[in-house]
């Protein structure tokens, strides 16, 4: 090799040698962790292919018997949890702790038979509650692998606030630019849960609350729950209605006061 | 993982020139190459492997946040100008060359680039270089010969017109 040519290569080397590269993080210890939380997730994903049947507050109110065989079966099994499983989320939800005794009895009591429960939720404040903890829209975004899906419309900015949902999904809270639900300052909740949950455990029925109709969202089939009463005190687990849908494996229920057509336009909005 | 991860780290560097950028592709690589790890064949030398994921990783972090290729230019220029020689004089000179290796660095080919900046700048070796550059050995040879070829000729075109 010509000198040259090996002079030009110290030089290359010394220019390397010169560089002085930031701290070099823990990327090993990072990806362990994440690698850590994956593995934890594992068991509670398969879990919820058994539901722990909640909602009793719905159920209790209105009860009703719904062949579903249109819906596909991610969101047969999460609209199961929706209805008749109750801990997602509602504006003004029940002011019980998750591991309370109220919550154990609603999880073990059929839908059909769930009146006591409404009894005995009588906490008489709408102030809004959701289990989950609050996160960044950053958060949300990780928690549902970057499929995060919105509203776009112009109607609702970003969401206001955003809790994690008990069902490895995200609830939105979005607070102004729709009629209000109740006296809760929210005006809409769009909860987000993925769908990779069992499709066989519904046996073709559920017990759900009144007035539940067949929609579809933007040719997705999906269901449209509407609220019988103005919201009260004793029956603050119902202050919307309710649509339920899917959409690219995510199931979907959107919260708000707004008529059927008004609640289809925002949910095909939503991307 | 831990005993890769600086060469790991600042070869993402180097290709993305930014320091969250390359943390994220590090991260990312490593989980991906735990995830691959029945891929890897069983007796292969391990690092060039794991670097070509890295860089695979870079690469798609520089994509995403559009940065133009050969950013490794920027953070070898920011990384070098905090050292320097003692006496002012073989300051200015060092610095002088400095400048004037990595502007005739910039003006290379981007293959030829890369070639440079793997094996003078991390000090990879050719199989290194090769998983990084996804080709075989015998290409990085000829590419780093006909790199340091240009490279002189640019530094003699910046001389002449200089």
């Known amino acids: 090799m010509p000198d040259r040519e090996r002079e030009l290569e110290r030089e290359l080397r010394e220019l390397g040698a010169l560089i002085s590269y930031p701290p070099t993080p823990d990327a090993a210890r990072a990806a362990r962790n994440l690698l850590d939380e994956e593995e934890d997730e594992r068991p509670r994903r398969f879990s919820l292919s058994f539901p722990t049947l909640r909602w009793a507050a719905v159920a209790a109110a209105f009860v009703l018997v719904v062949a579903v065989p249109a819906l596909s079966p991610t969101l047969r099994a999460t609209v199961s949890d929706w209805f008749v499983a109750g801990d997602t989320q509602m504006a003004g939800g029940p002011a019980v702790d998750a591991g309370s005794p109220e919550r154990e009895s609603e999880a073990n009591v059929p839908a059909s038979g769930a009146s006591k429960s409404s009894e005995a939720v009588t906490t008489p404040a709408l102030t809004p509650q959701f289990s989950g903890e609050r996160i960044t829209l950053q958060e949300a975004q990780a928690r549902m692998g970057g499929a995060l899906l919105l509203p776009r419309t112009p109607k609702l900015g970003k969401p206001d606030e955003i809790y994690t949902s008990p069902k490895d999904g995200v609830v939105l809270v979005y607070g102004a630019g729709l009629p209000p639900l109740g006296d809760t300052g929210i005006s809409l909740v769009l909860t987000e849960v993925p769908g990779d949950v069992e499709p066989a455990y519904l046996a073709g029925k559920i017990a759900v609350g009144s007035k539940l109709d067949s929609v579809m969202v933007d040719g997705h089939p999906g269901y449209w729950s509407l609220a019988e009463r103005p919201p009260s005190q004793m029956d603050r687990h119902l202050l919307g209605n309710v649509l339920l849908w899917e959409q690219r494996g995510v199931a979907l229920r959107l919260e708000a006061n707004l008529p059927k057509e008004q609640a289809v336009r925002i949910a095909e909005s939503v991307r | ?162």
């Open chain 2, 1 to 162: 993982m831990r005993g890769y991860q600086e060469v790991a780290f600042r070869t993402a560097y180097l290709i993305t020139g930014d320091v969250s950028a390359a943390e994220d592709a590090t991260q990312e690589a490593f989980v991906k190459a735990y995830r691959t790890l029945g891929r890897f064949r069983s007796g292969a030398p391990f690092r060039p492997w794991l670097l070509a994921i890295v860089a695979n990783e870079a690469r798609n972090q520089r994509r995403v946040a559009a940065r133009r290729a050969g950013l490794f230019l920027r953070a070898a220029q920011e990384g070098t100008s905090e050292n320097s020689p003692s006496s002012p004089e073989a300051a200015v000179l060092a610095a002088e060359r400095r400048e004037e290796l990595l502007e005739a660095i910039g003006g290379l080919r981007e293959e030829a680039r890369w070639a440079i900046a793997c094996r003078y700048f991390l000090g990879l070796s050719e199989e290194e270089t090769a998983a990084i550059l996804g080709c075989a050995r015998g290409t990085v040879k000829s590419r780093l010969s006909r790199a340091l070829t240009s490279l002189r000729a640019e530094i003699a075109k910046e001389g002449d017109a200089g």
